[in-house]
Protein backbone atom coordinates (compact mmCIF):
# COMPACT_ATOMS: atom_id res chain seq x y z
CA UNK A 1 0.00 0.00 0.00
CA UNK A 2 1.12 3.48 -0.34
CA UNK A 3 1.11 6.31 1.81
CA UNK A 4 -2.16 8.18 1.41
CA UNK A 5 0.38 11.10 2.45
CA UNK A 6 -0.26 12.53 6.38
CA UNK A 7 -0.02 16.03 6.36
CA UNK A 8 2.64 18.19 8.40
CA UNK A 9 1.24 19.28 11.69
CA UNK A 10 1.30 18.21 14.93
CA UNK A 11 0.69 14.64 16.30
CA UNK A 12 1.62 13.36 13.15
CA UNK A 13 3.18 9.77 14.50
CA UNK A 14 -0.73 9.55 16.06
CA UNK A 15 -1.94 10.08 12.48
CA UNK A 16 0.79 7.56 11.01
CA UNK A 17 -0.42 5.07 13.57
CA UNK A 18 -4.49 5.64 12.26
CA UNK A 19 -3.84 5.51 8.84
CA UNK A 20 -1.80 1.94 9.50
CA UNK A 21 -4.51 0.62 11.87
CA UNK A 22 -7.28 1.86 9.21
CA UNK A 23 -5.72 0.39 6.43
CA UNK A 24 -4.69 -2.82 8.68
CA UNK A 25 -8.63 -3.36 9.16
CA UNK A 26 -9.66 -2.69 5.85
CA UNK A 27 -7.37 -4.87 3.43
CA UNK A 28 -6.39 -7.85 5.81
CA UNK A 29 -7.73 -10.50 4.54
CA UNK A 30 -10.49 -12.54 6.62
CA UNK A 31 -11.32 -16.21 6.35
CA UNK A 32 -12.92 -19.34 8.02
CA UNK A 33 -10.47 -21.17 10.37
CA UNK A 34 -10.10 -24.62 11.97
CA UNK A 35 -8.53 -24.53 16.07
CA UNK A 36 -9.27 -27.37 18.37
CA UNK A 37 -11.58 -29.35 16.07
CA UNK A 38 -13.96 -26.16 16.03
CA UNK A 39 -14.62 -23.91 13.35
CA UNK A 40 -14.15 -19.89 13.63
CA UNK A 41 -15.46 -17.57 10.92
CA UNK A 42 -13.70 -14.14 9.81
CA UNK A 43 -10.77 -14.46 11.35
CA UNK A 44 -7.00 -14.66 10.39
CA UNK A 45 -4.08 -16.35 12.13
CA UNK A 46 -0.87 -14.38 13.72
CA UNK A 47 1.78 -15.42 10.72
CA UNK A 48 -1.15 -14.30 8.44
CA UNK A 49 -1.24 -10.80 10.11
CA UNK A 50 2.59 -10.44 10.23
CA UNK A 51 2.93 -11.59 6.29
CA UNK A 52 0.49 -8.69 5.21
CA UNK A 53 1.20 -5.67 7.66
CA UNK A 54 4.96 -6.92 7.15
CA UNK A 55 4.30 -6.16 3.35
CA UNK A 56 1.75 -3.00 4.41
CA UNK A 57 4.74 -1.28 6.02
CA UNK A 58 7.61 -2.19 3.57
CA UNK A 59 5.46 -0.04 0.73
CA UNK A 60 4.66 2.55 2.89
CA UNK A 61 6.57 5.96 2.17
CA UNK A 62 6.42 6.65 5.78
CA UNK A 63 8.84 3.57 6.68
CA UNK A 64 10.05 2.17 3.54
CA UNK A 65 12.17 -1.40 3.03
CA UNK A 66 13.80 -1.27 5.49
CA UNK A 67 11.23 -2.54 7.93
CA UNK A 68 12.27 -5.87 9.75
CA UNK A 69 9.86 -9.09 10.32
CA UNK A 70 10.81 -8.68 14.04
CA UNK A 71 9.71 -4.95 13.99
CA UNK A 72 6.20 -6.03 12.68
CA UNK A 73 5.36 -8.89 14.80
CA UNK A 74 6.32 -5.34 17.66
CA UNK A 75 3.76 -3.55 15.94
CA UNK A 76 1.15 -6.25 15.56
CA UNK A 77 1.72 -6.84 19.64
CA UNK A 78 1.07 -3.31 20.02
CA UNK A 79 -2.58 -3.46 18.20
CA UNK A 80 -3.12 -6.47 20.50
CA UNK A 81 -2.20 -4.08 23.84
CA UNK A 82 -4.37 -1.47 21.65
CA UNK A 83 -7.35 -3.06 20.70
CA UNK A 84 -7.23 -3.09 16.90
CA UNK A 85 -7.07 -6.76 17.24
CA UNK A 86 -8.44 -9.47 19.95
CA UNK A 87 -8.08 -13.08 20.46
CA UNK A 88 -10.80 -15.55 19.03
CA UNK A 89 -11.82 -15.65 22.29
CA UNK A 90 -12.10 -11.69 22.97
CA UNK A 91 -8.49 -11.21 24.89
CA UNK A 92 -6.57 -8.73 24.72
CA UNK A 93 -4.38 -5.96 26.66
CA UNK A 94 -1.53 -8.09 26.43
CA UNK A 95 1.30 -8.40 24.16
CA UNK A 96 1.18 -12.16 23.81
CA UNK A 97 1.42 -12.02 19.70
CA UNK A 98 4.24 -14.75 17.99
CA UNK A 99 4.42 -15.42 14.10
CA UNK A 100 2.46 -18.66 14.33
CA UNK A 101 -0.87 -19.77 13.80
CA UNK A 102 -2.95 -18.49 16.88
CA UNK A 103 -5.81 -16.98 15.75
CA UNK A 104 -6.83 -13.32 15.89
CA UNK A 105 -9.98 -11.10 14.53
CA UNK A 106 -10.90 -7.27 14.37
CA UNK A 107 -13.21 -5.74 17.39
CA UNK A 108 -15.94 -3.77 16.86
CA UNK A 109 -14.84 -0.84 18.21
CA UNK A 110 -12.10 1.73 16.60
CA UNK A 111 -9.08 1.33 16.48
CA UNK A 112 -8.38 5.04 15.88
CA UNK A 113 -7.03 7.34 18.53
CA UNK A 114 -7.73 10.91 19.30
CA UNK A 115 -5.06 13.36 19.16
CA UNK A 116 -4.75 14.68 22.19
CA UNK A 117 -6.47 18.27 22.17
CA UNK A 118 -5.78 21.55 24.69
CA UNK A 119 -7.70 23.35 26.52
CA UNK A 120 -9.35 26.14 24.19
CA UNK A 121 -7.66 28.79 26.98
CA UNK A 122 -4.62 27.48 26.75
CA UNK A 123 -4.62 27.02 22.74
CA UNK A 124 -5.46 30.78 22.62
CA UNK A 125 -2.99 31.98 25.54
CA UNK A 126 -0.29 29.37 23.55
CA UNK A 127 -0.72 30.90 20.13
CA UNK A 128 -0.97 34.56 21.76
CA UNK A 129 2.62 33.76 23.66
CA UNK A 130 4.04 32.37 19.87
CA UNK A 131 3.01 35.62 18.72
CA UNK A 132 4.34 37.80 20.90
CA UNK A 133 7.27 36.12 21.05
CA UNK A 134 7.84 35.95 16.96
CA UNK A 135 7.37 39.57 17.52
CA UNK A 136 10.00 39.79 19.81
CA UNK A 137 12.77 37.94 17.37
CA UNK A 138 11.85 39.76 14.29
CA UNK A 139 12.15 43.22 15.94
CA UNK A 140 15.84 44.45 16.25
CA UNK A 141 16.14 47.68 18.69
CA UNK A 142 16.87 50.95 17.93
CA UNK A 143 16.70 50.62 14.48
CA UNK A 144 13.52 51.84 13.50
CA UNK A 145 13.29 54.77 10.73
CA UNK A 146 10.07 53.82 9.57
CA UNK A 147 6.62 52.87 10.80
CA UNK A 148 6.06 49.38 9.89
CA UNK A 149 3.16 48.87 7.74
CA UNK A 150 3.06 45.46 7.20
CA UNK A 151 4.08 41.72 8.57
CA UNK A 152 3.97 39.61 5.83
CA UNK A 153 7.21 37.76 4.46
CA UNK A 154 6.73 38.00 1.08
CA UNK A 155 7.52 40.74 -1.38
CA UNK A 156 6.03 41.47 -4.65
CA UNK A 157 8.08 41.99 -7.27
CA UNK A 158 7.51 45.47 -7.93
CA UNK A 159 7.56 46.43 -4.67
CA UNK A 160 11.51 44.38 -4.21
CA UNK A 161 12.45 46.32 -7.41
CA UNK A 162 10.97 49.90 -5.56
CA UNK A 163 12.89 48.87 -2.27
CA UNK A 164 15.75 48.10 -4.25
CA UNK A 165 16.10 51.58 -6.11
CA UNK A 166 14.95 53.13 -2.42
CA UNK A 167 18.27 51.46 -1.14
CA UNK A 168 20.76 51.85 -4.30
CA UNK A 169 19.47 56.23 -3.45
CA UNK A 170 20.15 56.04 0.12
CA UNK A 171 23.47 54.34 -0.26
CA UNK A 172 24.74 57.49 -2.27
CA UNK A 173 23.23 59.88 0.32
CA UNK A 174 24.36 57.68 3.49
CA UNK A 175 27.27 55.49 2.57
CA UNK A 176 29.20 56.27 5.75
CA UNK A 177 26.12 56.07 7.79
CA UNK A 178 26.44 52.75 8.93
CA UNK A 179 25.11 51.44 12.46
CA UNK A 180 26.61 49.22 15.32
CA UNK A 181 25.02 45.93 15.44
CA UNK A 182 24.87 43.99 18.96
CA UNK A 183 25.60 40.52 19.61
CA UNK A 184 22.19 40.03 20.25
CA UNK A 185 21.13 41.27 16.80
CA UNK A 186 23.29 39.54 15.00
CA UNK A 187 21.78 36.20 17.31
CA UNK A 188 17.90 37.55 16.27
CA UNK A 189 19.17 37.38 12.43
CA UNK A 190 20.49 33.94 12.54
CA UNK A 191 17.02 32.55 13.76
CA UNK A 192 15.24 34.57 11.61
CA UNK A 193 16.93 33.79 8.45
CA UNK A 194 17.09 30.06 9.76
CA UNK A 195 13.40 29.79 10.11
CA UNK A 196 12.39 31.40 6.75
CA UNK A 197 14.39 29.15 5.04
CA UNK A 198 13.49 26.14 6.90
CA UNK A 199 9.54 27.21 6.57
CA UNK A 200 10.17 28.01 2.65
CA UNK A 201 11.87 24.20 2.53
CA UNK A 202 9.01 22.19 3.63
CA UNK A 203 6.43 24.32 2.12
CA UNK A 204 3.87 25.06 4.59
CA UNK A 205 2.65 28.27 5.57
CA UNK A 206 3.77 28.52 9.31
CA UNK A 207 6.18 26.62 11.50
CA UNK A 208 4.14 27.09 15.02
CA UNK A 209 2.66 23.59 14.68
CA UNK A 210 5.70 21.97 14.65
CA UNK A 211 8.32 23.99 16.49
CA UNK A 212 8.42 26.65 18.98
CA UNK A 213 10.65 29.73 18.19
CA UNK A 214 11.87 29.54 21.27
CA UNK A 215 13.31 25.89 21.03
CA UNK A 216 15.89 27.68 18.36
CA UNK A 217 18.94 29.19 20.33
CA UNK A 218 21.16 30.98 18.02
CA UNK A 219 23.99 30.19 20.01
CA UNK A 220 23.87 26.97 19.29
CA UNK A 221 23.38 27.46 15.36
CA UNK A 222 26.43 29.91 15.02
CA UNK A 223 28.15 27.55 17.02
CA UNK A 224 27.72 24.42 15.06
CA UNK A 225 28.68 26.87 11.63
CA UNK A 226 32.03 28.04 12.61
CA UNK A 227 33.09 25.56 14.75
CA UNK A 228 34.07 22.59 12.97
CA UNK A 229 37.51 19.96 11.58
CA UNK A 230 38.60 19.70 8.12
CA UNK A 231 35.84 16.62 7.75
CA UNK A 232 32.81 19.18 8.97
CA UNK A 233 33.38 17.74 12.56
CA UNK A 234 31.85 20.27 15.44
CA UNK A 235 34.72 20.40 17.88
CA UNK A 236 34.30 21.33 21.48
CA UNK A 237 35.73 24.16 23.71
CA UNK A 238 34.57 22.34 26.83
CA UNK A 239 35.82 18.41 26.72
CA UNK A 240 33.51 17.54 29.40
CA UNK A 241 30.74 17.54 26.54
CA UNK A 242 32.43 15.57 24.61
CA UNK A 243 32.27 11.19 24.20
CA UNK A 244 34.61 9.56 26.55
CA UNK A 245 38.17 9.01 24.93
CA UNK A 246 37.55 4.56 25.48
CA UNK A 247 34.28 5.16 23.27
CA UNK A 248 36.11 7.33 21.12
CA UNK A 249 38.53 4.67 20.64
CA UNK A 250 36.00 1.71 20.69
CA UNK A 251 34.41 3.88 17.72
CA UNK A 252 37.46 4.75 15.63
CA UNK A 253 38.61 0.91 16.34
CA UNK A 254 35.09 -0.49 14.24
CA UNK A 255 35.32 2.32 12.15
CA UNK A 256 38.32 1.29 10.70
CA UNK A 257 38.30 -2.33 11.13
CA UNK A 258 40.18 -4.32 10.61
CA UNK A 259 42.58 -1.25 9.73
CA UNK A 260 42.27 0.43 12.90
CA UNK A 261 45.50 2.98 13.91
CA UNK A 262 45.78 1.36 17.46
CA UNK A 263 47.12 -1.71 17.78
CA UNK A 264 47.18 -2.25 21.50
CA UNK A 265 43.82 -3.30 21.31
CA UNK A 266 43.84 -7.19 22.13
CA UNK A 267 42.04 -9.72 19.21
CA UNK A 268 40.31 -12.59 20.16
CA UNK A 269 37.22 -14.12 19.10
CA UNK A 270 33.93 -11.75 19.85
CA UNK A 271 36.14 -8.90 20.19
CA UNK A 272 34.27 -6.67 17.62
CA UNK A 273 31.10 -7.81 19.37
CA UNK A 274 32.16 -6.69 22.39
CA UNK A 275 33.71 -3.30 21.17
CA UNK A 276 30.99 -2.93 19.74
CA UNK A 277 27.92 -3.98 22.31
CA UNK A 278 30.11 -1.30 24.42
CA UNK A 279 29.75 1.67 22.38
CA UNK A 280 25.82 0.96 22.23
CA UNK A 281 25.62 0.59 26.22
CA UNK A 282 27.15 4.17 25.84
CA UNK A 283 24.69 5.56 23.56
CA UNK A 284 21.66 3.42 24.77
CA UNK A 285 22.56 5.21 28.79
CA UNK A 286 22.53 8.68 27.44
CA UNK A 287 19.32 10.37 29.26
CA UNK A 288 18.11 12.31 26.16
CA UNK A 289 17.79 10.92 21.71
CA UNK A 290 20.69 12.78 19.92
CA UNK A 291 17.91 15.25 18.23
CA UNK A 292 16.37 16.17 21.69
CA UNK A 293 13.04 15.55 22.96
CA UNK A 294 11.59 19.22 21.84
CA UNK A 295 13.05 18.75 17.92
CA UNK A 296 10.44 15.42 17.86
CA UNK A 297 7.76 17.10 15.96
CA UNK A 298 10.32 18.72 13.59
CA UNK A 299 11.93 15.99 12.66
CA UNK A 300 8.80 13.61 12.21
CA UNK A 301 7.20 15.79 10.07
CA UNK A 302 10.25 15.39 7.79
CA UNK A 303 9.73 11.84 8.15
CA UNK A 304 7.07 12.25 5.26
CA UNK A 305 9.88 14.22 2.85
CA UNK A 306 11.44 10.92 2.82
CA UNK A 307 10.46 9.53 -0.16
CA UNK A 308 12.57 9.27 -3.83
CA UNK A 309 11.22 12.09 -5.29
CA UNK A 310 11.68 14.31 -2.73
CA UNK A 311 14.81 13.40 -1.85
CA UNK A 312 16.72 17.03 -2.31
CA UNK A 313 13.96 18.54 0.33
CA UNK A 314 14.37 16.27 2.86
CA UNK A 315 18.27 16.28 2.44
CA UNK A 316 17.81 19.92 2.70
CA UNK A 317 15.18 20.62 5.67
CA UNK A 318 17.61 17.78 7.62
CA UNK A 319 20.81 20.04 7.27
CA UNK A 320 19.09 22.77 8.54
CA UNK A 321 17.11 21.36 11.44
CA UNK A 322 20.35 19.17 12.30
CA UNK A 323 22.28 23.10 12.60
CA UNK A 324 19.70 23.32 15.92
CA UNK A 325 21.13 20.79 17.73
CA UNK A 326 23.14 21.62 20.72
CA UNK A 327 26.97 21.38 19.65
CA UNK A 328 27.45 18.15 21.62
CA UNK A 329 24.87 16.71 20.37
CA UNK A 330 25.72 17.32 16.75
CA UNK A 331 29.37 15.86 17.38
CA UNK A 332 27.55 12.98 18.93
CA UNK A 333 25.43 12.26 15.81
CA UNK A 334 28.06 12.95 13.26
CA UNK A 335 30.33 10.33 15.05
CA UNK A 336 27.92 7.69 14.93
CA UNK A 337 26.69 8.27 11.68
CA UNK A 338 30.20 8.10 10.32
CA UNK A 339 30.73 4.82 12.27
CA UNK A 340 27.97 3.13 11.59
CA UNK A 341 27.75 4.08 7.81
CA UNK A 342 31.21 2.55 7.72
CA UNK A 343 30.75 -0.04 9.03
CA UNK A 344 27.29 -1.09 7.34
CA UNK A 345 29.34 -1.00 3.83
CA UNK A 346 32.97 -2.74 4.81
CA UNK A 347 32.68 -6.06 3.38
CA UNK A 348 35.38 -7.07 6.46
CA UNK A 349 33.40 -6.52 8.97
CA UNK A 350 33.24 -9.93 10.83
CA UNK A 351 29.11 -11.16 11.45
CA UNK A 352 28.57 -8.75 14.75
CA UNK A 353 24.80 -10.60 15.48
CA UNK A 354 23.58 -14.29 14.83
CA UNK A 355 20.31 -13.22 12.88
CA UNK A 356 20.68 -9.77 11.36
CA UNK A 357 23.36 -8.36 8.62
CA UNK A 358 25.28 -5.09 10.01
CA UNK A 359 23.27 -2.63 8.52
CA UNK A 360 20.03 -3.62 10.23
CA UNK A 361 21.78 -4.10 13.64
CA UNK A 362 23.05 -0.52 13.40
CA UNK A 363 19.57 0.86 12.41
CA UNK A 364 17.71 -1.72 15.44
CA UNK A 365 20.52 -0.92 18.19
CA UNK A 366 20.77 2.95 17.39
CA UNK A 367 17.12 4.22 15.93
CA UNK A 368 15.61 5.26 19.67
CA UNK A 369 19.15 6.95 20.72
CA UNK A 370 18.76 8.99 17.81
CA UNK A 371 14.60 9.64 17.91
CA UNK A 372 11.96 8.98 19.88
CA UNK A 373 9.18 11.01 21.87
CA UNK A 374 9.43 11.92 25.69
CA UNK A 375 6.33 10.31 25.92
CA UNK A 376 5.68 6.60 24.38
CA UNK A 377 4.23 6.47 21.18
CA UNK A 378 3.82 3.11 19.27
CA UNK A 379 5.29 4.03 16.06
CA UNK A 380 8.38 5.32 17.39
CA UNK A 381 10.59 2.31 16.80
CA UNK A 382 9.43 2.37 12.66
CA UNK A 383 10.01 6.34 12.50
CA UNK A 384 13.30 6.37 14.12
CA UNK A 385 14.55 3.36 11.95
CA UNK A 386 13.59 4.94 8.96
CA UNK A 387 15.44 8.49 9.94
CA UNK A 388 18.40 6.77 10.68
CA UNK A 389 18.50 4.84 7.49
CA UNK A 390 18.38 7.86 5.45
CA UNK A 391 20.91 9.85 7.64
CA UNK A 392 23.22 6.72 7.08
CA UNK A 393 23.24 7.39 3.50
CA UNK A 394 23.07 10.48 3.27
CA UNK A 395 25.17 11.88 6.33
CA UNK A 396 27.87 13.21 4.89
CA UNK A 397 25.36 15.78 2.93
CA UNK A 398 22.96 16.50 5.78
CA UNK A 399 25.68 17.17 8.56
CA UNK A 400 27.70 19.33 5.93
CA UNK A 401 27.64 23.67 6.92
CA UNK A 402 25.59 24.93 4.20
CA UNK A 403 27.42 28.40 2.69
CA UNK A 404 23.92 29.73 1.40
CA UNK A 405 22.79 30.43 4.82
CA UNK A 406 25.93 32.16 5.75
CA UNK A 407 25.59 33.93 2.62
CA UNK A 408 22.20 35.35 3.35
CA UNK A 409 22.88 36.19 6.81
CA UNK A 410 25.52 38.17 5.87
CA UNK A 411 23.88 40.06 3.16
CA UNK A 412 21.02 40.45 6.51
CA UNK A 413 23.37 42.37 8.56
CA UNK A 414 24.43 44.23 5.81
CA UNK A 415 21.43 45.97 5.14
CA UNK A 416 21.21 46.49 8.56
CA UNK A 417 23.75 48.53 9.32
CA UNK A 418 23.22 50.19 6.34
CA UNK A 419 19.46 51.02 7.94
CA UNK A 420 17.55 49.49 4.89
CA UNK A 421 15.64 47.50 7.54
CA UNK A 422 14.36 48.09 10.94
CA UNK A 423 11.69 45.33 10.98
CA UNK A 424 12.35 41.90 9.54
CA UNK A 425 8.86 41.33 9.53
CA UNK A 426 7.72 44.72 7.66
CA UNK A 427 9.17 42.69 4.51
CA UNK A 428 11.99 44.80 4.17
CA UNK A 429 14.69 42.43 4.24
CA UNK A 430 17.81 41.14 2.26
CA UNK A 431 16.68 39.05 -0.75
CA UNK A 432 17.53 35.68 0.13
CA UNK A 433 19.22 33.16 -2.46
CA UNK A 434 16.62 31.98 -4.72
CA UNK A 435 14.99 28.35 -3.53
CA UNK A 436 13.13 26.32 -5.64
CA UNK A 437 12.38 22.61 -6.47
CA UNK A 438 11.13 20.87 -9.47
CA UNK A 439 7.27 20.03 -9.99
CA UNK A 440 6.70 17.47 -7.59
CA UNK A 441 5.30 14.31 -9.62
CA UNK A 442 2.83 11.02 -8.46
CA UNK A 443 4.38 7.57 -7.59
CA UNK A 444 2.60 6.36 -10.46
CA UNK A 445 4.59 8.87 -12.99
CA UNK A 446 7.85 8.03 -11.22
CA UNK A 447 7.46 4.25 -10.98
CA UNK A 448 6.94 5.11 -15.25
CA UNK A 449 10.52 7.04 -15.07
CA UNK A 450 11.85 4.38 -13.94
CA UNK A 451 11.08 1.87 -15.96
CA UNK A 452 11.53 4.42 -18.81
CA UNK A 453 14.91 5.31 -17.93
CA UNK A 454 15.94 1.49 -16.98
CA UNK A 455 15.17 0.61 -20.63
CA UNK A 456 17.16 3.65 -22.03
CA UNK A 457 20.28 2.36 -20.54
CA UNK A 458 19.17 -1.30 -21.48
CA UNK A 459 18.96 -0.13 -25.20
CA UNK A 460 22.22 2.08 -24.97
CA UNK A 461 23.68 -1.39 -23.57
CA UNK A 462 22.59 -3.33 -26.59
CA UNK A 463 23.75 -0.72 -29.29
CA UNK A 464 27.53 -0.60 -27.21
CA UNK A 465 27.48 -4.57 -27.96
CA UNK A 466 26.10 -3.60 -31.85
CA UNK A 467 29.37 -1.02 -32.06
CA UNK A 468 31.77 -2.72 -30.62
CA UNK A 469 34.48 -3.52 -33.38
CA UNK A 470 36.86 -5.30 -31.14
CA UNK A 471 34.61 -7.99 -30.04
CA UNK A 472 35.00 -11.26 -32.11
CA UNK A 473 32.20 -11.96 -34.32
CA UNK A 474 31.16 -15.49 -32.70
CA UNK A 475 31.44 -13.35 -29.39
CA UNK A 476 28.97 -10.99 -30.42
CA UNK A 477 26.75 -13.46 -31.63
CA UNK A 478 26.86 -15.10 -28.51
CA UNK A 479 26.09 -11.71 -26.58
CA UNK A 480 23.16 -10.96 -28.57
CA UNK A 481 21.57 -14.80 -28.05
CA UNK A 482 21.60 -14.00 -24.55
CA UNK A 483 20.03 -10.60 -24.88
CA UNK A 484 17.37 -11.39 -26.79
CA UNK A 485 16.28 -13.98 -24.14
CA UNK A 486 16.88 -11.89 -21.13
CA UNK A 487 15.28 -8.23 -23.06
CA UNK A 488 13.20 -10.28 -25.95
CA UNK A 489 10.93 -6.35 -26.47
CA UNK A 490 14.11 -4.31 -26.27
CA UNK A 491 15.42 -6.61 -28.86
CA UNK A 492 12.57 -7.11 -31.21
CA UNK A 493 12.31 -3.47 -31.33
CA UNK A 494 15.88 -3.18 -32.25
CA UNK A 495 15.95 -6.00 -34.93
CA UNK A 496 12.37 -5.82 -36.40
CA UNK A 497 12.80 -8.54 -38.94
CA UNK A 498 15.17 -11.50 -39.69
CA UNK A 499 16.93 -9.26 -42.41
CA UNK A 500 17.85 -6.62 -40.17
CA UNK A 501 19.50 -8.60 -37.95
CA UNK A 502 21.05 -10.85 -40.92
CA UNK A 503 22.12 -7.00 -42.32
CA UNK A 504 24.55 -6.92 -39.19
CA UNK A 505 26.60 -9.72 -39.42
CA UNK A 506 26.35 -9.31 -43.51
CA UNK A 507 24.72 -13.18 -43.86
CA UNK A 508 23.59 -14.65 -46.62
CA UNK A 509 19.85 -16.00 -46.81
CA UNK A 510 19.40 -19.07 -44.63
CA UNK A 511 18.28 -21.23 -46.82
CA UNK A 512 22.07 -22.12 -49.05
CA UNK A 513 21.75 -23.57 -52.51
CA UNK A 514 22.98 -26.77 -52.81
CA UNK A 515 26.69 -27.09 -54.18
CA UNK A 516 26.72 -30.00 -56.95
CA UNK A 517 23.51 -30.18 -59.08
CA UNK A 518 23.17 -33.57 -60.20
CA UNK A 519 20.83 -34.56 -63.02
CA UNK A 520 19.08 -37.84 -62.31
CA UNK A 521 19.31 -40.13 -64.99
CA UNK A 522 16.89 -41.08 -66.90
CA UNK A 523 16.22 -44.73 -67.47
CA UNK A 524 14.91 -46.19 -70.12
CA UNK A 525 13.43 -49.26 -70.78
CA UNK A 526 15.09 -52.40 -71.69
CA UNK A 527 12.37 -53.14 -74.42
CA UNK A 528 12.39 -51.52 -77.91
Not at 176 to 203: C, F, H, M, P
Not at 482 to 502: G, M, N
Request: proline share 6%; charged share 25%; aromatic share 8%.
Amino acid sequence: MESRGVPPGPYRATKLWNEVTTSFRAGMPLRKHRQHFKKYGNCFTAGEAVDWLYDLLRNNSNFGPEVTRQQTIQLLRKFLKNHVIEDIKGRWGSENVDDNNQLFRFPATSPLKTPPRRHPELRRNNIENFSKDKDSIFKLRNLSRRTPKKHGLHLSQEKAEKIKHEIINEDQENAADNRELSQEDVEEVWKYVILIYLQTILGVPSLEEVINPKQVIPQYIMYNMANTSKHGVVILQNKSDDLPHWVLSAMKCLANWPRSNDMNNPTYVGFERDVFRTIADYFLDLPEPLLTFEYYELFVNILGLLQPHLERVAIDALQLCCLLLPPPNRRKLQLLMRMISRMSQNVDMPKLHDAMGTRSLMIHTFSRCVLCCAEEVDLDELLAGRLVSFLMDHHQEILQVPSYLQTAVEKHLDYLKKGHIENPGDGLFAPLPTYSYCKQISAQEFDEQKVSTSQAAIAELLENIIKNRSLPLKEKRKKLKQFQKEYPLIYQKRFPTTESEAALFGDKPTIKQPMLILRKPKFRSLRY
